[in-house]
């Protein structure tokens, strides 16, 4: 790429936010938070509402890789998020920050395979959380797409390439129950997934995209499959 291209692919304010500080969203590691607008899906329980119809970025490549700049020796790690941050082209930004010393964490729903599978390929990912939204007969319904067959494919390559990383499903308890997620437990199984499956309890916060608020129901954790260690957070 021409140094004019990249600059001008730098320059590109796709990114809605920067969180310049978290010790909580890459375990044991140091690091910010990089917020890309925009998104493949509806999940009605989702509460990036802002960052999901988010038209324009606040901020450039350019000036995430600045920042870096300053942080190097203080962060240990950037935390790609959104939104869903495979709606950008990833590849020349994550080489930059690599280049700076930094690890890099992807938050995806997994949809983008062709954009997941090259950064795996070019070893620019050191950890992976992959939202598992719902089963597949749900999926349509909890996330208002038809992407399960790239999802899936996704969750395949990952097992299939040993990479470090976790599957996570956010659970609001009116739209997934306990046969739901004993099906998503089953299915990580039979694919020979074998790392900590995390569920992660809806948090009310009243600005979800379908306007969702506390569960009517309840989750019986007893009646969950034990296949596999799972962790609610």
Known sequence: MSINR????????AIYDLTTFTHLDYP???????????????CDYCYNKDIVFAKDGKYGYNDILDFL?????LLEAVVLSGGEATSHDLTLF??????LGFKIKLDTNGTNFKQIKELLDLNL?????????????????????NKFDEFSKTLDYLIETKTNFEARTTLHADLLNEE?????????????????????????TGVTIGNLTKPKHKI?????????????R
Not at 6 to 13: I, M, P, T, V, Y
Not at 28 to 42: A, T, Y
Request: charge should be positive; charged fraction near 25%; glycine fraction near 4%.
């Open 125 to 145: 990912l050191d950890y992976v959380a992959l939202d598992y939204k719902a089963p597949q007969s749900k999926f349509t319904q909890i996330t208002h797409s």
């Open 69 to 73: 700049k300053t942080r190097v020796g």
């Open 28 to 42: 044991d590691h140091l690091s910010c938070i990089v917020w890309f607008g925009g998104c493949n899906m509806r």
């Open 94 to 99: 994550c080489q930059k920050i690599k280049e």
């Open 220 to 232: 019986n954790k007893a009646l969950l499959k034990n296949d596999l260690k799972i962790i609610f």
């Open 180 to 204: 739901d997620i004993n099906t998503i437990i089953q299915d990580l199984k039979e694919r020979d997934y074998t790392n900590i499956y995390y569920i992660q309890e809806f948090l009310d």
């Open 6 to 13: 990249e600059n001008n692919s730098l320059s590109a304010k």
